[in-house]
């Protein structure tokens, strides 16, 4: 029997009558990965009854709100056999399957899911879900704007930075939950369906961990897998088709929006042509989506402005982790423009960002990480002017050195940041601290 709507909450109805709040029936789970969402998941779970038992490779991992709240903690080793006697495994999205206890749950038939499908069956309200390669979290955030500027209950989760399962008990039944949705969340759901999907682009991105491109795009597209009559999926216009049932409704860059957006760029005016379309599928007026869109001034970590110094502006856009990201970026800015490219390696190539550096007038990259020779031969066949500073610190120096007033030094590294720094975060605060000690 296909799903319905439970006409006293909004909420979709689950296929088998199961309760929203239901997790499966199930007696013990393993939560695998107790970082951020490992630890909300098991949390909620240990809440409900649920024996957990939490596993993570760190054996310095701070474990003590778990151990407090009952969940049993193994630390330092991921043995497979530590999912013998349990029913349900959560994990983590940077685990990938071929991980030993992942393999060995799959073996034995045994549910594997997300935080994000664990959360989503907890959780009563009604989720606007965001997905695609890039503009994710600018577009959940201008989301989360768009409905309060409307007075209308909401919380922010996801890959975005809290966690769908840490919003258990923390939010009204009645708020929509705007969640950003990465592949590696979307990998292992099951029955998660938005209200409102959105898919704002597909590039290739993460091939360090997909096959191939098209695993990548089949991971993101599951995010419209499980709509129904009455839910509405958005796409960027022309796009395929998608899986699911609901109503189709397209977006694009030039669309005609109730006012024109505060942060610039021509990637974000499409990332607002999305949020607008969906704000609108649920229920949001107008007045209340130009309001938000004239206000809103963006994330931290794209396209920040970090200061003004001597005529020169100064951008960060750590958060800019792949090749189209970065081209994006270029595109916000006119000629002259002093770029900061590299990081760790992802897979994916950059012929398309030299492309871009060279049409955007670029006036010199500076270059670190383990990715620096790969983009320099890329811009060296583009005849981009590139220096190999190395690291962050000694690219901060010589572009500082060489900018001139009325031009811009972007922080856009088009690659992960985890050869030199934990994350995206850390490498962008850095490059805030550098900028305000020039």
């Not at 029936?25 to 939560?31: D, N, P």
Request: charged share 25%; aromatic share 4%; proline share 6%.
């Amino acid at each position: 029997m296909g799903a319905t709507e439970d006409a006293a909450s909004g909420r979709p109805a689950r296929p088998d009558g199961m309760a929203p709040h239901s997790v499966g029936g199930s007696e013990t789970a393993l939560v695998l990965g107790l970082a951020r969402s490992g630890e909300a998941a098991a949390l909620a779970l240990a809440r409900r009854g649920v024996r957990v038992l939490g596993v993570d490779r760190n054996p310095e991992l701070d474990a003590g709100r778990l151990r407090a709240a009952g969940v049993e903690v193994v630390l330092g080793a991921e043995d497979p056999a530590l999912g013998d006697d349990v029913d349900l495994l959560v994990k983590s999205p940077g685990i990938p399957n071929e991980a030993p206890l992942v393999a060995a749950a799959r073996s034995r038939g045994l549910t594997v899911w997300s935080e994000v499908e664990l959360g989503a069956r907890i959780l009563p309200n009604p989720l606007l879900g965001v997905t695609g390669t890039n503009g994710k979290t600018t577009t959940s955030e201008l989301l989360g704007e768009i409905f309060r500027a409307a007075g209308r209950p909401v919380a922010v989760a996801g890959n975005v930075g809290r966690p769908l399962t840490g919003l258990d008990g923390a939010v009204a039944k009645d708020a929509w939950i705007v969640c950003e949705l990465s592949s590696f969340q979307l990998e292992d759901i099951d029955e998660l369906r938005p209200r409102v999907a959105v898919l704002l682009n597909v590039t290739p991105d993460h091939l360090d961990r997909h096959a191939d491109l098209d695993a990548y795009r089949a991971a993101k597209l599951r995010i419209f897998e499980n709509q129904a009559e009455g839910d509405v999926a958005v796409v960027p216009r022309g796009f395929e088709a998608v899986p699911g049932g609901g109503r189709r409704i397209e977006f694009a860059a030039g669309d005609p929006l109730p006012a024109e957006p505060r942060i610039p760029g021509e990637h974000n005016r499409e990332n607002a042509a999305a949020a607008t379309a969906a704000a609108r599928a649920a229920g949001v007026p107008d007045d209340a989506i130009g309001a938000a869109l004239a206000s809103f001034a963006g994330v931290p970590h794209r396209l920040e402005l970090i200061r003004e110094l001597d005529g020169v502006r100064w951008i960060n856009d750590s958060k800019a982790t792949n090749p189209e990201a970065a081209e994006r970026a270029l595109g916000a800015y006119p000629p002259g423009l002093r770029v900061i490219l590299g990081g760790s390696r992802k897979g994916t190539p950059f012929d398309g960002l030299a492309a871009r550096a060279r049409e955007a007038g670029v006036a010199c990259a500076y270059l670190i990480g383990e990715s620096a020779d790969e983009i320099a031969e890329a811009l060296a066949r583009e005849g981009v002017r590139f220096r190999h500073s190395v690291d962050l610190e000694r690219a901060v120096v010589d572009a500082h050195a060489d900018a001139e007033k009325g031009e811009v030094v972007l922080l856009s590294p088009a690659c992960a940041s985890y050869d030199q720094f934990e994350s995206f975060e850390e490498r962008g605060a850095r490059f805030r601290q550098l900028v305000e000690a020039l």
